[in-house]
T-cell receptor, first 121, second 113 residues
Framework: AQKVTQAQTEISVVEKEDVTLDCVYE???????LFWYKQPPSGELVFLIR??????QNEISGRYSWNFQKSTSSFNFTITASQVVDSAVYFC??????????????????FGGGTRLMVKP | NAGVTQTPKFQVLKTGQSMTLQCAQD?????MSWYRQDPGMGLRLIHY???????DQGEVPNGYNVSRSTTEDFPLRLLSAAPSQTSVYFC????????????FGPGTRLLVL
C-alpha cells in the first residue's frame, strides 16, 4: 500500500518569510503521480500541481516552487515571500491504481495528513 | 462552466436516517469519485466510477451506496447514518481514469447526532 507523510502538522511564519512544506511518499509503483492541493479556510480543495515520476525537473510558478527527488522519495513545496493569503492547509497526494496496476480500472489519491500553514502579518 | 458542484453544503442527521449527497459536473468528465475528510487523516476514497453505469468500492465503502446513471451525476447515499459518518464529503472528477488531475467540489459537511 502507498503512504504519504507530511511530518509538519503546523507551521507558523511571518509574512515575507520563505517556507518549505515537506512531503515523503512510499510506493512500489515505478510510474506514479504526485500532487499538491491547497485547502483555504473556506474549505474547498484547490489543485496546485501534478508531477509524474519520470519528470524530476523542479517547477516554479510565481512564488511557488516544487522540489521532486526520487532518491529520497520526497516532493517538497516552497512558498517564497509568504503572504497572509497563503494561510491554508496543504495536502500532498500520491496517485495509485486500484486494481492490479491497471489505471484504466480506476485510481485513488492517497493523501498525507496535511500541513496547516499560518502566515502572520 | 460550474465545474464540480455539491449539495447540500451542510446537513444534520439523526442516527438511522438516510440521505443522498448530490454531486454533478458539467465538464463531461469520465471519472468521478467520493472522498471523506476526517481531522488529521487527509482524504479517503469511498466509491468511484470510471463511467456511466460503472461503480466500484474504494478504501472505506461501508455504509454508503452510489450509482452513476449519467455522465454528469454521481450521488452518494447514506443508508442508515451513524455518528462515525460525521465528516466532510468531497466529490471529485477527472477527464479520464488514467491518473488525470482530479478536481474537487466544494464539499458537504455532515453531522450525525
Amino acid at each position: 500500500a502507498q503512504k504519504v507523510t507530511q511530518a509538519q502538522t503546523e507551521i507558523s511564519v511571518v509574512e515575507k518569510e520563505d517556507v518549505t512544506l515537506d512531503c515523503v511518499y512510499e510506493t512500489r509503483d515505478t510510474t506514479y503521480y504526485l500532487f499538491w492541493y491547497k485547502q483555504p479556510p473556506s474549505g474547498e480543495l484547490v489543485f496546485l500541481i501534478r508531477r509524474n515520476s519520470f519528470d524530476e525537473q523542479n517547477e516554479i510558478s510565481g512564488r511557488y516552487s516544487w522540489n521532486f527527488q526520487k532518491s529520497t522519495s520526497s516532493f517538497n513545496f516552497t512558498i517564497t515571500a509568504s503572504q497572509v493569503v497563503d494561510s491554508a492547509v496543504y495536502f500532498c497526494a500520491l496517485s495509485e491504481a486500484l486494481k492490479g496496476g491497471d489505471f484504466d480500472a480506476g485510481n485513488m489519491l492517497t493523501f498525507g495528513g496535511g500541513t496547516r500553514l499560518m502566515v502572520k502579518p | 462552466n460550474a465545474g464540480v458542484t455539491q449539495t447540500p453544503k451542510f446537513q444534520v442527521l439523526k442516527t438511522g436516517q438516510s440521505m443522498t449527497l448530490q454531486c454533478a459536473q458539467d465538464m463531461n468528465h469520465e471519472y468521478m469519485s467520493w472522498y471523506r475528510q476526517d481531522p488529521g487523516m487527509g482524504l479517503r476514497l469511498i466509491h468511484y466510477s470510471v463511467g456511466a453505469g460503472i461503480t466500484d468500492q474504494g478504501e472505506v465503502p461501508n455504509g454508503y451506496n452510489v450509482s452513476r446513471s449519467t455522465t454528469e451525476d454521481f450521488p452518494l447515499r447514506l443508508l442508515s447514518a451513524a455518528p462515525s459518518q460525521t465528516s466532510v464529503y468531497f466529490c471529485a472528477s477527472s477527464s479520464s481514469v488514467r491518473r488525470e488531475t482530479q478536481y474537487f467540489g466544494p464539499g458537504t459537511r455532515l453531522l450525525v447526532l
